[in-house]
């Protein structure tokens, strides 16, 4: 049954680590970069042999370097008459239907900033992988940024698992763009008119909503992509967490799969989190501690080396 998306870090992670795990953190702090690399490349080999994809699970940080914030912080403060609300107080159900006109501003103040964003280093980099090797790639982003697309990601091996703030929808059909006239300039404050809603509701009277997955609600597999995404985990040589820190249930259900079926785990953030603390504990991956921007072109020209190496190689 899908899950909520609003989740607490349990110990079954832990749980389900390899029983051969080595001592936390004993080699990764003192590693020096070459033998990161090499240790890295080798992982990378591992996994092009085994023959299976390389599944790419994405996070806000991987979009923080081209600017967009987390909206988890200061930034993601919204007034409505003399309250502040956050994030996870506005993006609901619940208050879409008490004040649809205030969340929808919220939500198209947070287009224009995504907007406003560029795709950086590391999302030009996973397209370039996909582009080398499609039948091996498959992207699972958290993010609703839409940046992953901007930078050339196919939307057949993109699962946007919280949804595209690009997007809306009536109740649970398929999702449309937002109409082209409702503006990307949308400064803090501003009021969510008649003019949208006219632009934005259907002919039965109906106010769209967002397509974006929001606290109070379940993932489904025709929205969101939940069952495929567990099952790209539970089938993947590779998983690449990245920008993450596993606040909601679906990534953390993706790290629990691979870890149980033996796939190799890499982590980039630039703390460390459950993941990485997983990964050092179970020896079956490796952990890159900075930014998507520094780590993500190096995982991926080691993926590009591996597969190259190949006999018969096409790539």
């Not at 600017?67 to 879409?96: C, H, I, K, M, Q």
């Not at 590391?122 to 397209?127: C, D, G, S, V």
Request: hydrophobic content about 40%; glycine content about 8%.
């Amino acid at each position: 049954m899908p899950q909520r998306v609003a989740f607490a870090w349990p110990c079954e992670l832990r749980a389900c680590l390899p029983a051969h795990g080595i001592a936390p953190s004993a080699t990764l702090a003192r590693m020096s970069e070459d033998d990161r690399d090499a240790s890295l490349g080798d992982l990378c080999h591992e996994a092009v042999e085994q023959g299976g994809r390389v599944v790419w699970l994405t996070g806000a940080g991987i979009s923080v370097e081209s600017g967009v914030p987390t909206f988890r912080g200061a930034d993601g403060y919204w007034t409505v008459g003399s309250t502040n609300y956050r994030a996870e107080e506005l993006a609901t159900s619940r208050s879409l239907a008490a004040m649809p006109e205030d969340v929808w501003a919220w939500y198209l103040y947070r287009r224009g900033v995504c907007h406003g964003a560029k795709p950086n280093v590391a999302h030009q980099a996973l397209f370039d992988l996909e582009r080398t090797a499609p039948d091996r790639f498959l992207l699972v982003t958290q993010n609703v940024d839409g940046l992953h697309l901007r930078a050339g990601s196919s939307r057949e091996r993109t699962f946007e698992i919280h949804g595209n703030i690009d997007f809306m929808r009536f109740g649970d059909a398929d999702p449309v763009l937002i109409p082209e006239d409702v503006s990307l300039d949308w400064p803090k404050g501003r009021r969510f008119g008649d003019a949208e809603r006219a632009l934005m509701t259907n002919e039965a009277g109906e106010l769209a909503r967002p397509h974006v997955l929001f606290f109070d609600e379940c993932y489904s597999e025709r929205l969101y992509r939940f069952e495929s995404s567990l099952q790209a985990a539970h089938e993947c040589a590779m998983l690449v967490i990245v920008g993450t820190t596993g606040q909601t249930n679906l990534p953390v259900q993706m790290a629990e799969s691979a870890f149980r079926q033996g796939a190799i785990v890499v982590v980039i953030n630039a703390e460390p989190n459950p993941f990485s603390e997983a990964v050092e504990r179970s020896g079956e991956g490796i952990f890159l501690q900075g930014t998507a921007g520094e780590h993500v072109p190096r995982v991926v020209e080691a993926l590009k080396r591996a597969l190259a190496s190949q006999p018969g190689s096409e790539y």
